[in-house]
T-cell receptor
Framework: ELKVEQNPLFLSMQEGKNYTIYCNYSTTSDRLYWYRQDPGKSLESLFVLLSNGAVKQEGRLMASLDTKARLSTLHITAAVHDLSATYFC??????????????????FGKGTRLHILP | DAGITQSPRYKITETGRQVTLMCHQT?????MFWYRQDLGHGLRLIYY???????DKGEVPDGYVVSRSKTENFPLTLESATRSQTSVYFCASSESGISQPQHFGDGTRLSIL
């Protein structure tokens, strides 16, 4: 069974600091997504990680994937208040050769609520 | 503008009532999804649809019914609402299932008294 554990669940930090959010999963996966959600809003896709060693960066956010350790990280560099949001990882397992079937799974972490203090 | 629209945004109803949440997308994406988001949980997939008239269960389908008579619409019905179905519901769409990130609507906050 595919399980996803994300931590920390809540993080309050000062502007200018660095921090990392962790996403562990229990079985092999085919890809991993990171999403951002602002309060009362929808989820916005940030990164897609497809293979071992993948690293993606956008501004002050950098995501990486270690499939051997079954771990993805989202690193925040020199945080700014605008990055305050909830961040979710989603682990995907694909079994269908074409399209999608019920053996395919997408499991979201519980989310990390990030609060950056000015 | 292209996008995905959910309605209503907020709904309060009573246990035992039937309630339908609407979802409309303008991208002509093949796949559409319904998730629920609860405190202390990530999003959990309720149902998905690969095309018009093709639907399948996700992780938590019990108590829900879906239909997809047109590609652009994917309504979710709670036939007899229970308090445990109080949640925020998100609709999403994509062109190729979960092998690419989905586009999400703004959500419907449903409270069942």
């Amino acid at each position: 069974e595919l399980k996803v554990e994300q931590n920390p669940l809540f993080l309050s930090m000062q502007e200018g600091k660095n921090y990392t959010i962790y996403c562990n999963y229990s079985t092999t996966s085919d890809r991993l997504y990171w999403y951002r959600q602002d309060p009362g809003k929808s989820l916005e896709s940030l990164f897609v990680l497809l293979s071992n060693g993948a690293v993606k960066q956008e501004g002050r956010l950098m995501a990486s994937l270690d499939t051997k350790a079954r771990l993805s990280t989202l690193h925040i560099t020199a945080a700014v208040h605008d990055l305050s949001a909830t961040y979710f990882c989603a682990v995907v397992r694909i079994r269908a050769s074409l399209g999608m079937n019920r053996d395919d799974k997408i499991i979201f972490g519980k989310g990390t609520r990030l609060h950056i203090l000015p | 503008d292209a996008g995905i629209t959910q309605s209503p945004r907020y709904k309060i109803t009573e246990t035992g009532r039937q309630v339908t949440l609407m979802c409309h997308q303008t991208w002509s994406h093949s796949y559409m999804f319904w998730y629920r988001q609860d405190l202390g949980h990530g999003l959990r997939l309720i149902y998905y649809s690969a095309a018009a008239d093709i639907t399948d269960k996700g992780e938590v389908p019990d108590g829900y019914v879906v239909s997809r008579s047109k590609t652009e619409n994917f309504p979710l019905t709670l036939e007899s609402a229970t308090r445990s179905q109080t949640s925020v519901y998100f609709c999403a769409s994509s062109e190729s299932g979960i092998s690419q990130p989905q586009h999400f609507g703004d959500g419907t906050r449903l409270s069942i008294l």
